[in-house]
């Protein structure tokens, strides 16, 4: 067994009110330079829908993620065999067309416009080539549009479903959407790191936030086209890739990530997991249909004797390790099972989890008036009715196992109707403990479910582990020698090559 | 009082060492100084600077018959450079000789095709434009210089394959041994200096171009494990 800590995620679907302050916030700090304009760190999609950049979860197409093939696993994208070969033109390298030309408008002209008959206008102007342009697309292109026959029906979570299905999804009284928010994943089998030619990306041991070493990078483009959610992102400025960071010195000081700083719905969640990364590579090549407990399985109990002496065999303390057993995503992941990884069949082990969202159940018409006379115990036994398709979700979020998604919104809403019970009183108790116990939970967790969804502290939210920022290398190393690498800084202007 | 023919004649040695000595040295210190220098100072400029994300279509027809083929032809020069006689035992067989003055051909004209697309891709698509630096014009124009004057040697200045070995490779050893020797080479055609000659310019400005990206041509991807985990705790070592 190698213990090792990683920072990981929980966002809780229920609670995005699909406001895009996180992305705003991440953009403010991040990505507000040249050539970094079309990159959204963290962007929020509209499910069903084609996401950002669009279709990116249609692998056929992107070729992102691993596959299983034999008994190893191997990159869709790239191989120590085609590598060079492919270096001079990526066949899997998605170009700007897929995102959307960022563009800007020209303002000065509201002011500058000689006189005239008609109102002088800001035209669109692309913000690469500063030529005036069609806005064809957005980074949320599709924000809302549930139920839309061009971006919701081509959702790629809707293969495989009955066609009746996906037509009534189109239909008004069954329109349905919900905001997914997305970062990366700081994956433990990271598809970026291991497509890299030069080695410029890697996963730090202590946290396991996954970066690109700006200076190693070259431009070839390996991991864009690896990374099955696409979110690392090509800089056409610098001839640089960059990526989502977790917003490391904000960490290393103790602060949360600006987007879950911001996150206006409260949605997100971060704390430690420990993981066994020994058994990274068997469990990344499980099927389909047991990956996902494998997974789960991973994760160790930062409570148990063995993985804690495991722990501090690799260096942390008890302090860290208390951390560790204080996080929310350890009690959300492995103690109430009730958040569930993004596509986990890529097999880069993503680790941020989703709780995902308690969907409307299907209304009914009277008479031409909209109504809904389920019941709210009712609606427990109604799963089968929900607007959305369960295999839909299960597609998203448990590798097509719909027990699996079952099961977490049993308990979801088992929780509801055990708080309805104690709160409004129009729900026998009697049926709300019934109810908690065919979904496999208690009183008491059902108390701590509500809590930690409903009343959470910032802190309780965020158990950001003391990474110890002072004592790596350049403590104890001096200083002068590690000034141009770590620690101190890029000494170099990020100035594109001639 | 020297006629005007000695005269010019003079003139013509000093610009003969002028270029076939002065100018390769001059080259080769500049290279070696410039590119060492960048390297240390702005490690963050070492990139491929791929435009691939902006236009993805034309960069196939440019690219990839470029590099695949001025690679092989890069590699071509090294080996008559480094093993001449070995190359002239394999030339005394017509058949041999044909068959590899004809890839080397082939290869040209598949450099020159990329060349080509690649300038008209960075002089037609406005987002290339962009990204495209004065000094990406000149070394394009550079090698599109330099590549049609080899395809022309290799059709009018026939079997250089076997003359490279008995007269540029003597040049190039002695070059490299500090004794210039440049009998040979003042007596070729203009085109066959004029390529000898161009290759040192292209190699002196080598340096303040992205021809540095060809240095730093990932190898160790091949034998490298998949997974890279660096700590910056105790030591930063490299586990997988
Ligand atoms: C040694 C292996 C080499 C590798 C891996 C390599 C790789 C690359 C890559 C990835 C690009 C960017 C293509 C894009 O825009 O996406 C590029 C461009 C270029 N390379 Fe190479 N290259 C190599 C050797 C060479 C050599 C030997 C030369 C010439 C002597 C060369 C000249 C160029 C030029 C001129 C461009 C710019 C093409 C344009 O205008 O778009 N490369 N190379
Ligand atoms: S989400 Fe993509 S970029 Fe992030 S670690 Fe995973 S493979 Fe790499
Ligand atoms: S800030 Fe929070 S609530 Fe708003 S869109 Fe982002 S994740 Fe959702």
Known sequence: MDVRAQVSMVFHLDKCIGCHTCSISCKNIWTDRRGTEYMWFNNVETKPGTGYPTQWENQDKYKGGWEVKGSSLKL???????????IFHHPHMPTMDDYYEPWTYRYDNLFNAPAGDDQPIARAVSMVTGEPMEIKAGPNWDDDLGGSPIYASNDVNLKGLPEETRQ???????????????ICNHCLNPACVASCPSGALYKRGEDGIVLINQKVCRAWRSCVAACPYKKTYFNWSTGKSEKCLLCYPRLETGQAPACFHSCVGRIRYLGLLFYDADRIKEVAALPDDKIVEGQRDLILDPFDPE??????????????????????????????????????EYRTMPMLFYVPPLLPVLGSTDNNIY?????????????????????YMANIFSVGKVDLMKYTLKKLMAVRVFKRAQTVGDIE?????????????????AEAIYRMTSLPTFSQR???PPLHREMAVEAYKDPADFKKSVGFGFTEAPKRGL | MPSLLAQSESLFANLDSVLFVGLPY??????????????VSSKFGYSSLSSQFLENKKLFYASAPWHFGIIALFFGHLIGFLIPREILWWNSVPARLYVIELSALIFAILALVGLVNALHRRATSSRIRVVTSKMDVVILILLLIQVVDGIWIALFHRWGSSWFAGIMAPYLWSLFKFSPDISAVKEMPFAIKLHVVGAFVILGVFPFTRLVHMLVLPLSYMWRRPQQVIWNRDRRTTKS
């Open chain 1, 76 to 86: 869709k994208s790239t191989s120590k065999a085609k590598y060079l070969p492919n």
């Open chain 1, 168 to 182: 009534q999804l189109n239909a008004l009284e069954r329109l349905v959407f919900f905001y997914f928010p997305r």
């Open chain 1, 307 to 344: 993985v804690i002496a495991g722990a501090k065999k690799n260096g942390m303390s008890d302090e860290f390790i208390e951390y560790a057993q204080r996080s929310p995503v350890y009690k959300f992941v492995k103690v109430w099972k009730i958040a569930l990884p993004p596509h986990l």
């Open chain 1, 371 to 391: 109504s809904n006379k389920t019941k709210p115990e009712d609606v427990f036994h109604k799963f089968d009715e929900m607007r959305i398709p369960m295999e």
């Open chain 1, 429 to 445: 108790m009697a049926t709300a403990l019934e109810t908690l116990h065919a979904a496999d939970t208690t009183e008491e967790e």
């Open chain 1, 462 to 464: 965020f158990v950001i």
């Open chain 2, 26 to 39: 001059a080259a080769i210190v500049l290279f070696l100084y410039a590119t060492i220098r960048r390297y």
